[in-house]
């Protein structure tokens, strides 16, 4: 069927400092119910950005956004006003690393839900509260019902994020937006809000867009992977796949921090050496050349087209091309 998400060449550009600076570039992302794509990079690649112009979530004085966003069949950049409130939380809702960033601190959690489905669906109070006391026991907040009067501070980290879940459901979006949403958490908290994600998304056919920096994390939800530098998605397609048998020699880098290739939770990318790039003085063509042992003269001469690197997934990098030879390889037969 029709994708619920669905970009084409995404653009986003900071306007407010001396010089723009491109902070997505060129992003072609599709998403069908019940599925879920990982999004990996370095903090600066772009992945919380484009998270947030899928919302319409960036300061639209400071940011340009180009391209084509769709979901769920609709242009978002022409939402008016009123459409623009009902489709964030109604269509895409988003969680977050911090849940503060969702609960207002000085309302009763419970209040807030309710609050959320009544502006969104009209209903009453009454209504409300029952939405939110069913979300609650449904993300499994224990004894749900006295819960819904606490206050965001009086609830462990833990059981913030599910009521932050709680949240985002309240009002039936199709789409759930995740930026790093377990980072903050130790390990077994973080597992269980993993496992609960996963099953939500499958039982209610949700699309999930998910930002790690984690690629235990990212194998162990993933069905698909989006690989991101400099703006731009430099390596995507089957989640296994890419971690298998990663093609672009930056995917690498992060990605053979084991020999083994046995990720397991908490095992975050691999620093690669070299500078992260500088958004406003890009190279020309590839932005990974300054920090690629296999640059060579024809990596500059333009942006790398995506090239098929095995039957699910594509790269970014020249060394697909047919008859391109890698340095290392040569280096390697010498
Ligand atoms: Fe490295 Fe060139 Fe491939 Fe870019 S295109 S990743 S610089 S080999
Ligand atoms: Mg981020």
């Known amino acids: 069927g029709q994708p619920l998400v669905e970009t084409k060449d995404l653009t986003v550009d900071f306007t407010g400092g001396a010089r723009p600076v491109r902070a997505v570039a060129g992003v072609d992302l599709t998403l069908g119910a019940g599925e879920l794509v990982a999004l990996l990079g370095e903090s600066g690649s772009g992945k919380s950005v484009t998270l947030r112009a899928l919302m319409r979530l960036l300061p639209e004085r400071r940011a340009t956004t180009g391209g084509s966003i769709r979901v769920d069949g609709r242009d978002v950049a022409a939402l008016g006003r009123k459409e623009l409130a009902r489709f964030r939380g109604g269509t895409v809702a988003m969680i977050f690393q911090e849940p503060g960033l969702a609960f207002d601190p000085v309302y009763r959690v419970g209040d807030q839900i309710a ?8 209903v009453s109070r009454r209504s409300g509260r029952a939405r939110a006391l069913e ?9 749900a019902a006295t819960r819904l009067d606490n206050y965001p501070h009086e609830m462990s980290g833990g059981m913030r994020q599910r009521a932050m879940i709680a949240l985002a459901l309240a009002c039936r979006p199709k789409v759930l937006l995740a930026d790093e949403p377990t980072t903050a958490l130790d390990a077994t908290v973080q597992i269980q809000i993993l496992l609960l994600l996963r099953e939500l998304q499958r039982e209610f ?80 063509g590839c932005a990974f050349a300054p920090r690629c042992a296999e640059a060579m003269p024809a990596c500059s001469a333009g942006v790398p087209e995506e090239i098929a690197a095995s039957e699910t997934h594509v790269a970014r990098c020249i060394l697909l091309r047919p008859g391109v030879q890698s340095r290392t390889d040569a280096t390697a037969a010498a």
């Open 135 to 143: 979300l609650f026991e449904r993300v499994r907040i224990p004894s």
């Open 205 to 284: 056919g949700l699309a999930v867009i998910f930002v790690t920096h984690d690629i235990g994390v990212a194998t162990e939800v993933a069905d698909r992977i989006a690989v991101m530098y400099a703006g731009r998605i430099v390596e995507r397609g089957d989640c296994r796949d890419v971690i298998r048998a990663p093609a672009h020699p930056y995917t690498r880098g992060l990605l053979f921090s084991r020999a083994d290739h046995a990720f397991t939770k908490g095992t975050r990318l691999r620093t690669i050496p070299g500078s992260p790039p500088d958004l406003t003085a890009l190279p020309p």
């Open 115 to 122: 609050e959320a489905v009544m502006r969104h669906e009209g």
